[in-house]
């Protein structure tokens, strides 16, 4: 959406390397930012999140960081394996308008 | 799996005709949206609901009305489907605002 801004568009990657998907967003008053992993033929389905008043968040190989003062957040996959390849989307929720933006979307391939 | 689910999956329909695209939860979650995704992968809000009775527009002006009856069920209905009106679309669920989404599978439309 027009406040998200999400980069790569593609990204492919050796299986056991890392991948890094960054995000940046414009108002300062989102303070959640969640992140959602679409495979083919499904919905999104959240693969971790995090607020702002929080600064990192680790699950297994999936962590997301968040510098408010940049206003970016990062989705960081390390020892990617052949089953990440998905596409993943950053979304920012503005309280102000009570509402979801996505961004536009990160394929991720790993090559086996 | 998140219980949300939509249907038809598929649907290939001629200009002109009435369709209803239908999704159902069985969380009890009073927030309920609808997303088009476009071929480009981005989502966009097209309506929302906070509850029986509450419906509102969302960012993407859409031809879709839906209604909201019941607390578990968010059909969209397309009153005269165009080619315009080709895409996925994607029904969510949420406790409350700001917080997770579910995801049901999509829709997949085709008008021709």
């Known amino acids: 959406g027009e406040n998200v801004e999400q980069h790569p568009s593609t990204l492919s990657v050796q299986e056991g390397d890392s991948a890094v998907i960054k995000c940046t967003y414009s108002?300062?008053?989102?303070?959640?930012f969640p992140w959602y992993k679409q495979e083919l033929g499904k919905g999104p389905q959240l693969i971790i999140d995090?607020?702002?008043?929080?600064g990192e968040k680790k699950d297994q190989r999936i962590a997301v960081t968040l510098n408010k003062t940049a206003k970016h957040f990062s989705l960081h996959i390390t020892e990617t394996q052949p089953e990440d390849s998905a596409v993943y989307f950053c979304?920012?929720?503005?309280?102000?308008?009570?509402?979801?933006?996505f961004g536009s979307g990160t394929k991720l391939n790993v090559k086996p | 799996e998140a219980d949300i689910y939509q249907t038809p999956r598929y649907l290939v329909i001629g200009t002109g005709k009435k369709i209803t695209l239908e999704c159902s939860q069985t969380m009890g979650h009073d927030k309920m949206y609808w997303y088009q995704q476009d071929p480009g992968m981005e989502l966009h809000l097209i309506h929302y609901s906070y509850g029986v009775n509450s419906t509102e527009k969302g960012d993407l002006s859409s031809e879709s009305t839906v209604s909201r009856i019941r607390t578990e069920h968010f059909p969209l209905t397309l009153e005269s489907a165009r080619p315009s009106h080709t895409s996925q679309y994607l029904c969510a669920s949420s406790v409350r605002q700001g917080g997770e989404q579910y995801f049901g599978p999509g829709t997949r439309l085709t008008v021709t």
């Open positions: 108002d300062s008053a989102s303070n959640y």
């Open positions: 995090i607020r702002s008043n929080v």
């Open positions: 979304a920012e929720f503005l309280y102000n308008f009570n509402k979801f933006y």
